[in-house]
């Protein structure tokens, strides 16, 4: 059974995909939390801090895929890059309403989104970019690559995906693209 603070992030989590930074108020996610206002703000002291949480919650499932150790050979590297776009596509496909619609609200609240969303990706965008500075290192990777840059352009890459799946759906699955993005990505960072 889940506690009282995983529900009110469960239920805003759908809340603010449905209706927005706006329009989600919270005594809509109350409601659907089946708690009353009291305790949701005994939980957050505000919607913002709640929305921190939610979003802060959807980054957490790549902390397992970089290994504590360097990699030391391709195959290595293959396996980091396969497990990152399992859990980078899932983590999508769990979360593309919720996605799409800060998307859209990117424009009426940037300062917000930009802080929240760089916080949240934070984290594992550094991992990448430790993981193939590694690499580099170690040969794995080309010198002349940017790690930063090449790593944005990977999730990015993987982002848009999801974006245009209404679109590409009917010439090809999203699995493929991913497949198609992971196999792109290892080619074009080998030395």
């Known amino acids: 059974m889940k506690n009282t603070e ?7 989590t759908r809340v603010f995909a449905k209706e927005g930074i706006i329009g989600a ?8 939390a089946k708690v009353n206002e009291v305790t949701l703000f005994r939980h957050f002291k505000t919607k913002e801090e709640l929305l921190r949480k ?7 499932r790549f902390e397992h895929v970089f290994p504590e150790q360097p990699v030391k050979t391709r195959a290595d590297l293959k396996r980091v890059i396969l497990a990152f776009v399992r859990s980078y596509t899932q983590m999508l496909n769990d979360n593309e309403e919720f996605i799409r619609t800060f998307f859209g609200e990117m424009n009426r609240h940037p300062d917000l989104c930009r802080r929240l969303f760089g916080e949240s990706s934070k984290p594992v965008r550094l991992k ?3 993981l193939l500075e590694e690499a580099q290192k ?17 999730t990015g890459m993987l982002l848009i995906g999801m974006i245009r799946r209404p679109i590409n759906d009917s010439y090809y699955t999203f699995e493929k693209y991913a497949k198609t993005c992971q196999q792109l990505f290892l080619k074009g960072i080998e030395p």
Not at 6 to 12: N, P, R, V
């Open 6 to 12: 995983e529900k009110i992030i469960d239920a805003a």
């Open 25 to 32: 108020t919270t005594r809509k996610i109350a409601l659907a």
């Open 54 to 60: 939610v979003v802060l919650q959807k980054s957490k």
């Open 128 to 130: 990448l970019i430790e």
């Open 138 to 154: 170690a040969g794995l990777v080309r010198s002349d690559l940017d790690a930063p840059t090449t790593t944005d352009t990977f």
